[in-house]
């Protein structure tokens, strides 16, 4: 069974910086990708940021130069380095990982920046 679980989210002020962490049921290199995708209130889901397992990248023009996505194979765990944030990053945010030919998701992670 593949579960995805995310964590670090919470109340930030504008400016300011969040890490999430996305913990993986196994090897994240058994994912032909993982990535974060967001829905605020009253929107549709949108991708946020992408990792191939040959570790291409790939970002939403929204959040370029803000947010890295990152990942760490020891321990299964991929990252969101969220820097710079603003009320419009305001959502849950979602871990999704594509496992033979299946897509997972997270629980999900509130994200809420606001002065």
């Known amino acids: 069974q593949v579960q995805l679980v995310e964590s670090g989210g919470g109340l930030v002020q504008p400016g300011e910086s969040l890490r999430l962490s996305c913990a993986a049921s196994?090897?994240?290199?058994?994912?032909?990708?993982m990535a974060w995708y967001r829905q605020a209130p009253g929107k549709q889901r949108e991708l946020v940021a992408r990792?191939?397992?040959?570790?291409?990248?790939a970002y939403a023009d929204s959040v370029k130069g803000r947010f890295t996505i990152s990942r760490d194979s020891a321990k299964n765990t991929v990252y969101l380095q969220m820097n710079s944030l603003s009320p419009e990053d305001t959502a849950v945010y979602y871990c999704?990982?594509?496992?033979?030919?299946?897509?997972?998701w997270g629980q999900g992670t509130q994200v809420t920046v606001s002065s």
């Open positions: 999704q990982g594509r496992y033979s030919s299946t897509d997972y």
């Open positions: 196994r090897s994240i290199f058994a994912f032909y990708t």
């Open positions: 990792i191939r397992s040959g570790a291409n990248t």
